[in-house]
């Protein structure tokens, strides 16, 4: 009898194991689900209204002359549908979540009570200012917070993700060259190759030429390639600190000052703060524009594509050009600043309809108030503490990417996989059949196979170790020869491997009614 690692039996007393196949397809009680599309019924409805006495068109010969196309069912099957499909997904509320250039922390159920209180819930951004004063005053507050912790004079709250803060820093950048007149000369934007996917793309979008600087050999900027390719047609740098790599750029003052000297700007991906904050403020080291991903090193569940909130801090230089609208306080209290005129005269525009994701305001302050300056201080450490673990632990069976110790996630690249026909992949799909999500894989794409993994401080060392115990054991079954093992995996997951560059790029969004049913949409 095969028994897990508590020692508890996992399958039969009895002979060679069981077929596994079921008349439904459900795996006891994990069910198989259909669309909701299929588990309906065109021509039902979820509610039994009495026919109207009497009715008088009143549409003026505008009817449908199709039905909506929609499945019609009840409350209990609309309900489990979609409980069903959000048990398929993954999260941090279920077990660890390794994913690295990510910060998938534990949201406190404190901040989810915070936002969901009918003041703060309830409230429309098109209500009169009057009214939402308590609201206008928690995003001023916030916004206190991240000057205080960053060490930066402006904040654009309205951001809604990372990417869009960079966008909002870049857009700045771009209003601060024009009011100099060197909008149409300063077209070049510098990025690390270790650069996240985002950093490239807002630049481009933006309408910079990208000119990626190398790596040096313990995975950092090379500050001589970097200067050599300052010049008059730099419009700035893109640089991310912690970077990609979980490593603190050493040179980032002297990165600072050589693009300054150039008459560049500085953006800094501030997407891993997580590990520096209330240890290093952006403002000291010359940073001119900086996103913070509320949604990872302020809290919030995040993943799947949202919610996102990236409010900028910007510098002195660029404040003035900073996106409508914002809150501004006075002896009236609290009103917002909706027009590019007075004060406001050099802002860019608008990015957004509203203020910026209240929502998600409201868990980043009470992460902030909860935890204090002296906890953000520890969570940033224990971050830290955490990734060293897990470094320090795996490196036994794993190879590093770079020597000595990191910052918040611990990059292995694929050497320790060398001769044994497993791949990153193969070891990722194996983690799923021992109940782990996978880290994230071959990015940065500096790192060959590479393997990023950030157990963010929420993590104990209990659970830290469990995960470690179990990648050691896959590395050493690897190297053990058990190749076929891994390239069969998953094989406990509902599905097996997926074609999932074909799902990317081809992926089937719509559901099209299955030959002779169309006519029973176009009914009534
Ligand atoms: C997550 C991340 C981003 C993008 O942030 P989004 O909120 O996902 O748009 C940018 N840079 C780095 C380094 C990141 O980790």
Not at 311 to 316: A, F, G, I, Q, Y
Not at 344 to 372: C, D, K, N, P, W
Not at 379 to 400: F, G, S
Request: hydrophobic share 40%; proline share 7%; aromatic share 6%.
């Amino acid at each position: 009898m095969s028994m897990n690692n508590q020692g508890r039996p996992t399958s039969p007393k009895t002979g060679a194991a069981p077929d596994t196949s079921t008349h439904t397809g459900n795996k006891a009680l994990q069910i198989e689900e259909a669309l909701i599309f299929e588990t309906g019924h065109m021509s039902g409805t979820g509610v039994d209204l009495p026919a109207p006495k009497s009715k008088t068109n009143r549409l003026g010969g505008n009817e449908r002359v199709k039905s909506f196309g929609l499945p019609g069912l009840s409350e209990p099957e609309a309900m489990r549908h979609y409980v069903r499909l959000s048990q398929k997904n993954y999260a941090i509320d279920m077990g660890p979540f390794p994913l690295g250039s990510c910060t998938m922390k534990h949201n406190p159920r404190l901040n989810e009570k915070m936002a969901r209180l009918p003041g703060l819930g309830d409230i429309h951004p098109l209500q009169p200012v009057s009214t939402v004063q308590g609201a206008l005053e928690l995003i001023d507050t916030l916004a206190h917070w991240l000057k205080e912790l960053t060490g930066m004079p402006a904040v654009a709250m309205s951001p809604k993700a990372g990417a869009h803060g960079e966008l909002c820093g870049m857009v700045a950048i771009k209003s601060a060259l024009e009011a100099r007149g060197e909008a149409g000369t300063r077209t070049r934007v510098l990025a690390p190759e270790s650069a996240h996917g985002t950093n490239p793309a807002t630049a481009a979008q933006c309408g910079f030429k990208v000119d990626t600087i190398p790596a040096d050999e313990t995975g950092r900027v090379d500050l001589a390639a970097f200067r050599e390719k300052l010049g008059p047609d730099v419009a700035g740098i893109m640089v991310t600190n912690p970077n990609t790599c979980g490593l603190f750029e050493r040179d980032i003052r002297a990165l600072a000052d050589a693009v300054h000297e150039a008459s560049g700007y500085f953006y800094c991906d501030g997407a891993n703060f997580n590990a520096i904050m209330g240890k290093a403020r952006p403002g000291d080291l010359g940073i001119d524009a900086m996103h913070i991903n509320l949604h990872k090193t302020f809290s919030t569940p995040h993943g799947g594509g949202g919610p996102g909130s990236g409010p900028t801090v910007l510098s002195d230089a660029l404040a003035p050009f900073a996106p409508i609208p914002y809150v501004v306080h006075s002896s009236n209290g609290f009103r917002l600043v909706e027009k590019r005129e007075g004060p406001a005269s050099e802002s860019f525009g608008r990015m957004t309809a509203f203020h910026g994701q209240m929502g998600m305001f409201v868990r980043a302050l009470s992460y902030m108030i909860s935890h204090g300056s002296d906890g953000l201080k520890q969570a940033a450490e224990d971050a830290v503490l955490n990734a060293n673990y897990v470094l320090a632990r795996l490196k036994t069976e794993m190879t590093p990417a770079f020597e000595g110790s990191c910052m918040h996630e611990a990059l292995f690249d694929d050497r320790f996989l060398e001769n044994t026909g497993v791949d990153t992949l193969d070891f990722a799909k194996a983690m799923i059949d021992e109940g782990y999500h996978p880290m994230t894989m071959y990015f940065p794409l500096v790192v060959h196979g590479a393997m990023l993994i950030e157990p963010t401080e929420s993590e104990s060392k209990r659970e830290l170790d469990k995960f470690c115990d179990a990648l050691l054991a896959l590395a050493k079954a690897a190297k053990a020869g058990e190749a076929d093992k891994f390239k069969a995996a998953p094989v406990h997951a509902p599905r097996r491997r997926l074609d999932e560059t074909a799902a990317a790029r081809k992926p089937v969004l719509r559901w099209t009614p299955p030959e002779g049913e169309e006519s029973s949409l176009a009914a009534e």
